[in-house]
């Protein structure tokens, strides 16, 4: 799987996401991350990438031509057009069945934007979907799209060891993970649950079963309502 990341702030973007997981990923061939600077296609002398609104208003806006370009050079390298997410408060709300759905795709485009936004033109011409990682505002595109490549990245198969997945399963079936205890037995007075002492298999996954119906039902009512729901129809 490639990413292409459109964006004013390339280092930002790589430098977080080859941090840690993604970049052992990347490093054995099993995705690969590509920042495309939307500078180094500006037309303007001074390279600048903004203008004013037409119709008046705060702020400035990012131009359509050097997002174009930048795409444009980018379907040019791969050899047709990919699908192009943009990264905005105005989008569908990211959820793990769309991390699931974009790790089937071979190349994806993630468009960032700032300042107040972007001219209208250019998100008609290249964007093919909308995605919000949730209802509020950050100053750019860029933690959406690094939120969006690592939960995307991780359902591509190799990415994740044996380990690393199995914790994952939990949400698989749209319930929350369990608690988990490790050393010591005994801390701040606080035990680790019997049970999970007990060398006893079955019980000890009740027991977190248990834990996973209680936690979503208490925590988060709206996921509590969703299992029920898909729950009556199998
Ligand atoms: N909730 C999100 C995405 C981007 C963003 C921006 C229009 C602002 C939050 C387009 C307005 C991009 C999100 C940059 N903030 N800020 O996913």
């Given at each position: ?14 430098t977080g ?116 990682i949730g ?100």
């Amino acid at each position: 799987m490639k990413f292409y990341i459109l964006t004013l702030f390339p280092e930002m973007v790589l430098t977080g996401l080859r941090t840690s997981i993604i970049g052992r990923a990347e490093e054995a061939g099993l995705l690969s991350l590509e920042a495309v600077n939307i500078r180094d296609f500006s037309a303007n002398k001074h390279h600048k990438v903004d203008d004013y609104p037409y119709g008046g208003g705060a702020g400035m806006l990012m131009q359509a031509q050097p997002v174009y370009d930048a795409f444009c050079s980018v379907a040019a390298q791969i050899g047709r057009k990919p699908r192009c997410v943009y990264l905005t408060p105005q989008g569908r709300v990211f959820e793990q069945a769309m991390a699931k759905e974009l790790a089937g795709e071979e190349e994806l485009v993630l468009l960032c934007g700032h300042y107040e936004g972007m001219d209208e033109r250019v998100l008609d011409e290249i964007v093919t979907d909308f995605i919000s990682i949730g209802d509020y505002v950050l100053t750019g595109g860029e933690l959406p799209a690094m939120v969006l490549v690592d939960a995307v990245s991780r359902m591509v198969p190799g990415v994740l060891t044996n380990e690393e997945s199995g914790s994952s399963e939990s949400f698989e079936d749209g319930l929350l993970e369990y608690p988990q205890y490790s050393r010591p037995e005994e801390w701040r007075g606080k035990k680790v649950p019997p049970v999970l002492l007990s060398g006893h298999h079955k019980n000890i996954e009740s027991w977190r079963r248990e834990q996973s119906l209680q936690r979503t039902r208490e925590r988060r009512p709206d996921l509590w309502e969703r299992y029920l729901q898909k729950f009556s129809k199998e």
